[in-house]
């Protein structure tokens, strides 16, 4: 019975730390692939941004 009990308070923990990941990881390979589009689209700007 303890274990049945003890899974319910973990479970939400998982899910909002892999929530919140996957935020993170969705913006940062959202910015990733709009720079490497600006980067083929125009080079000469981009760098300005890059560094």
Request: no cysteine.
């Amino acid at each position: 019975m303890e274990h049945g009990m003890r899974e319910p308070h973990l479970l939400p923990r998982m899910l909002g730390i892999f929530r919140q990941s996957w935020i993170y990881f969705l913006g940062a390979s959202t910015l990733g692939v709009v720079l490497l589009i600006w980067y083929h689209l125009d080079p000469t700007t981009a760098p300005i941004v890059l560094w």
